[in-house]
């Protein structure tokens, strides 16, 4: 059974950072791309970050420069560091492997709210 659990969100002003966690088991973590998706109230929910296999990492535009990927095969754990926060990248923040190439497992989340 695949299980993620994300955590580090919390409540930052603008300019300040988090870092997001997210922990797997019951999946072959090693050979998945694993994506970071946050969801506003209202949005559609969109990929912000994903890391391949190999640590190849592409990032949403408005967030190159500012947030960093990272995982760690050993651990099975994929991280985001979140630099230099605005408020719109507040929501709802949720990792996923992509597994068949789509990312169709979830877990709760881990919301992020940056005040201005």
């Known amino acids: 059974q695949v299980r993620l659990v994300e955590s580090g969100g919390g409540l930052v002003q603008a300019g300040g950072s988090l870092r997001l966690s997210c922990r797997t088991s019951?999946?072959?973590?090693?050979?998945?791309?694993m994506g970071w998706f946050r969801q506003a109230p209202g949005k559609e929910r969109e990929l912000v970050a994903s890391?391949?296999?190999?640590?190849?990492?592409v990032y949403l535009e408005s967030v190159k420069g500012r947030f960093t990927i990272s995982r760690n095969n050993a651990w099975t754990t994929v991280h985001l560091q979140m630099n230099n926060l605005k408020p719109e990248d507040s929501g709802r923040y949720f990792c996923?492997?992509?597994?068949?190439?789509?990312?169709?497992?979830w877990g709760q989340g881990t919301q992020v709210t940056v005040s201005s």
């Open positions: 019951g999946i072959n973590f090693s050979i998945y791309t």
């Open positions: 890391i391949s296999s190999n640590g190849s990492a």
């Open positions: 996923a492997p992509r597994r068949g190439g789509v990312y169709n497992t």
